[in-house]
């Protein structure tokens, strides 16, 4: 297993190499910027809602770019569409800055999941060369927010099988999501799952604290 960790740890750092750096952002005015947000991902960004995401405590840089990517129409989200068309790289990074101060709610994983989640989050399946998800998500799923990996804990499982499967998609595919890099870090490993994988780790990933 700790061959999988290092080596998936080695791509995370490739792929820390190829992030935009972002303007430094200002949370008091990603709040006014954030009103129109609300109605999907509630003023605090703990959406109420399993298919939007919660957005507080996600990570400063992974949201920018992300805001990045749907601007730009890299990422397309259909649920998005027109939201951040016309904001500057300063208008996202404020945004990012805003929801990044605020504090993620938590979420509870299916106990009939948690042994199969643990053990693809923990231990990845290296006969698939699915690698651990600590590698880049942390243990307690807080995430590498310098590095701009996201953090997963308390997030909506919903959500996380959502982009594990667009991921999957997305090996093969281009309208599958493709924003990992060039050497395809998530598609990578997202390919290797199973449906029940993908729904247990992501159940797993929520549960975290």
Do not use: W
Not at 37 to 50: I, L, M, R, T, W
Not at 158 to 164: C, N
């Amino acid at each position: 297993m700790k061959y999988a960790i290092l080596a998936f740890g080695l791509l995370c750092t490739a792929q820390v190499a190829t992030a935009a750096t972002a303007p430094r952002g200002d949370a008091d005015a990603g709040k006014t910027k954030a009103a129109t947000c609300a109605a999907c991902h509630a003023e605090d960004g703990n959406s109420a809602v399993p298919s939007f995401p919660k957005l507080a405590g996600l990570g400063e840089k992974y949201l920018f770019q992300q805001l990045q990517y749907i601007r730009d129409g890299v990422r397309p989200v259909a649920q998005m569409a027109g939201q951040v068309d016309n904001m500057s790289d300063q208008d996202l990074a404020d945004l990012a800055a805003y929801y990044d101060s605020k504090t993620r709610s938590g979420s509870t994983a299916d106990p009939d999941l948690v042994e199969l989640g643990e053990q693809v989050y923990r231990a990845g399946i290296p006969e698939r060369n699915v690698a651990a998800c600590i590698a880049c998500h942390s243990p307690n799923g807080a995430g590498n927010d310098p590095a701009g990996f996201p953090a997963l804990g308390g997030q909506h499982a919903e959500y996380i099988a959502q982009q594990l499967e667009m991921y999957r998609k997305g090996y093969e595919d281009p309208e599958g999501r493709v924003t990992d890099g060039d050497i395809k870090i998530m598609r990578s490993n997202a390919f290797g799952l199973s449906d029940m994988e993908i729904e247990a780790v992501s159940s797993y990933a929520s549960g975290l604290r």
